[in-house]
């Protein structure tokens, strides 16, 4: 397993910003598209924004124009840039990729709808 981390989250006050991370915790040679979910207490797991491996981006309406997706192709990383945070926006934030390529013992592998382990943000007044 090549499990996601996560880095970036906490707490910020009503307009504030911040920048979460996503990297491998292991080498790999290849992703997919990457995504960010976030889940609030009670609710569903719901898409934030996803880049596929064009870099075409997708938002949902509750954060576009707000947050942006990147992902850099040389590291293997993804990040979430969050703008104008607002109280609704305070969730477990999730890591998502739909492929991750790596070698193993002389193979290459492909894992599938990987998850990382969540990074809480929290938006206050």
């Known amino acids: 397993q090549v499990p996601l981390v996560e880095s970036g989250g906490g707490l910020v006050q009503i307009g504030g910003s911040l920048v979460l991370s996503c990297a491998p915790s292991g080498s790999i040679f290849g992703v997919g598209t990457w995504a960010w979910y976030r889940q609030a207490p009670g609710d569903q797991r719901e898409l934030v924004a996803s880049?596929?491996?064009?870099?075409?981006?997708k938002y949902s309406d509750s954060v576009k124009g707000r947050f942006t997706i990147s992902r850099d192709n040389v590291r293997k990383e993804m990040f979430l840039q969050m703008n104008d945070l607002k109280p609704e926006d305070t969730a477990v934030y999730y890591c998502?990729?739909?492929?991750?390529?790596?070698?193993?013992?002389?193979?290459?592998?492909?894992?599938?709808?990987?998850w990382g382990q969540g990074t809480q943000v929290t938006v206050s007044s």
């Open positions: 880049i596929g491996t064009d870099s075409i981006t």
């Open positions: 998502y990729a739909d492929t991750l390529e790596f070698y193993s013992s002389g193979q290459s592998l492909r894992l599938h709808d990987q």
